[in-house]
């Protein structure tokens, strides 16, 4: 009867012969997919220059596929794309890649800088520069942010974990004048100051009494010639309803406070068809942290389908926009901000003013000419996909052909040896 070691050592001496030919089969099989399919090479974002000059030169892979954990440079890209036109398929993938773009607009403002809108998922950390350095950081909300930057280069970077949008900042916008309408008071008289300290040329119709009109200025025709904006701050501006409809047609914009909204004539252009109560102010001092959350408010309400809400207080709409023709309108609910510069802090002059700039650039045209640009890469996911196609399915098989040859091989080789060592040493050939 044979002993339990000799009986060990049979099943050890089989299940080597056995591996053997499963790796065999397994190599075989390998082989014929490998003829079939052709070899799929992989390589990183690491590695990609190199292995495209290595496809390119000394291998002639019929499939590639690259793991990437930022979007290639420009040149890599490209030069990913020409393969397929040499008949090698290529393929992509990557998870952590951020969709995200990058709009640089020249503001229409007398202090200049550029507002720039990066788009990006909800929450995610957006960090901005320039040539010279970091600019700002923010928090996207929504769908994305906008960032004003006062003095900016000739690029600007916005990245997003690992992406990084770039896109040329352009100083191409030719001022135009301005034009405010409103009745005389303690609104008209701040408004206009603001914008003047601001740099703006403004012309002003300011109604005194139902029978006596103030005139700042020449008022010339209402047309994107002459102005970059209208400033509509009550029903006054209803005498020149289908003027400023026709001049908004055109191009031009429209900043209306919402008692303009209700003039007949203006209030077909309002981005809401409908204003709510008014929120009466306490007369409260606005705080530094939130200073317009203390004035007066006339909420926007039954908002047009196309309409954006740009700013909320609570729950009520405070701040809209939207395009009519080709202009745009922006309503604001705040009727009382000369509260804010009267009343505020130390610096509630500079940001009273910063923000009548922020409205007036949101909607205002320019004339605009055009400037050479370098290169950049505003949306390059989108970008990146428009070149090689959707991502792909990463290859789970990280083994070249020849190396996992190798492996195999090896791998056979032992089992054999094993086997035979087994045998001859118990005296079996």
């Given at each position: 009867m044979r002993s339990l070691a000799d009986r060990a050592r049979r099943a050890l001496e089989w299940l080597?012969?056995?591996?053997?030919?499963?790796?065999?089969?397994?190599?075989?099989?390998?082989?014929?997919?490998?003829?079939?399919?052709?070899?799929?090479?992989?390589?990183?974002?690491?590695?990609?220059?190199?292995?495209?000059?290595?496809?390119?030169?000394?291998?002639?892979?019929?499939?590639?596929?690259?793991?990437?954990?930022?979007?290639p440079a420009g040149r890599e890209r490209d030069w990913l794309a020409a393969h397929p036109g040499a008949g090698t398929t290529v393929g992509w993938s990557g998870s952590s890649l951020s969709p995200t773009a990058l709009s640089v607009?020249?503001?229409?403002?007398?202090?200049?800088?550029?507002?720039?809108?990066?788009?990006?998922?909800?929450?995610?950390?957006?960090?901005?520069?320039?040539?010279?350095?970091?600019?700002?950081?923010?928090?996207?909300?929504?769908?994305?942010?906008?960032i004003y930057v006062p003095k900016v280069r000739r690029m600007v970077d916005a990245r997003i974990g690992s992406v990084v949008a770039r896109a040329p900042a352009l100083d191409s916008v030719k001022l135009r004048r301005l034009l405010l309408i409103g009745r005389a008071?303690?609104?008209?008289?701040?408004?206009?100051?603001?914008?003047?300290?601001?740099?703006?040329?403004?012309?002003?119709?300011?109604?005194?009494?139902?029978?006596?009109?103030v005139l700042q200025g020449k008022i010339l025709a209402i047309d994107t010639a002459q102005y970059s904006a209208v400033i509509a701050l009550d029903s006054t501006a209803g005498r020149y309803s289908d003027r400023i409809a026709a001049f908004v047609k055109q191009g031009g914009g429209l900043i209306m406070w919402s008692p303009a909204a209700r003039a007949r004539g203006l209030a077909a252009l309002a981005p809401g068809?409908?204003?709510?109560?008014v929120i009466q102010d306490d007369l409260?001092?606005?705080?530094?942290?939130?200073?317009?959350?203390?004035?007066?408010?006339?909420?926007?309400?039954?908002?047009?389908?196309?309409a954006v809400v740009l700013e909320r207080r609570g729950s009520d709409v405070s701040i809209a926009a939207h395009r009519v023709g080709r202009g745009r309108v922006l309503e604001t609910g705040y009727t009382d901000s000369w509260r804010w510069r009267m009343a505020g802090g130390?610096?509630?002059l500079d940001r009273h003013r910063e923000w009548i700039a922020g409205l007036i650039a949101l909607a205002a045209t320019g004339g605009y000419h055009e400037l050479a640009a370098a290169p950049g890469n505003v949306a390059p996911l989108a970008t990146l996909v428009d070149k090689l196609g959707?991502?792909?399915?990463?290859?789970?098989?990280?083994?070249?052909?020849?190396?996992?040859?190798?492996?195999?091989?090896?791998?056979?080789?032992?089992?054999?040896?094993?086997?035979?060592?087994?045998?001859?040493?118990?005296?079996?050939?």
């Open positions: 080597c012969r056995a591996t053997a030919i499963v790796l065999l089969a397994w190599l075989l099989i390998h082989t014929i997919l490998v003829r079939r399919n052709g070899v799929v090479d992989q390589a990183t974002a690491a590695t990609l220059a190199r292995k495209l000059a290595q496809w390119s030169t000394s291998a002639s892979p019929s499939a590639v596929h690259v793991r990437l954990d930022h979007p607009e020249p503001r229409v403002d007398p202090a200049r800088g550029a507002d720039a809108s990066v788009a990006a998922p909800n929450a995610a950390m957006v960090e901005l520069s320039d040539t010279l350095g970091p600019l700002d950081s923010v928090r996207a909300a929504g769908t994305g942010a906008r008071g303690w609104e008209v008289k701040f408004t206009l100051a603001a914008l003047e300290e601001r740099g703006w040329v403004v012309d002003a119709h300011i109604a005194v009494s139902p029978k006596s009109d068809a409908e204003l709510g109560a409260d001092v606005p705080p530094d942290s939130a200073p317009r959350s203390a004035l007066e408010l006339v909420p926007i309400t039954a908002l047009r389908q196309d130390s610096d509630a959707p991502a792909t399915k990463p290859v789970r098989d990280a083994l070249d052909t020849l190396t996992l040859t190798r492996w195999l091989f090896g791998a056979i080789c032992a089992a054999l040896i094993l086997e035979w060592t087994s045998r001859r040493t118990r005296g079996v050939k």
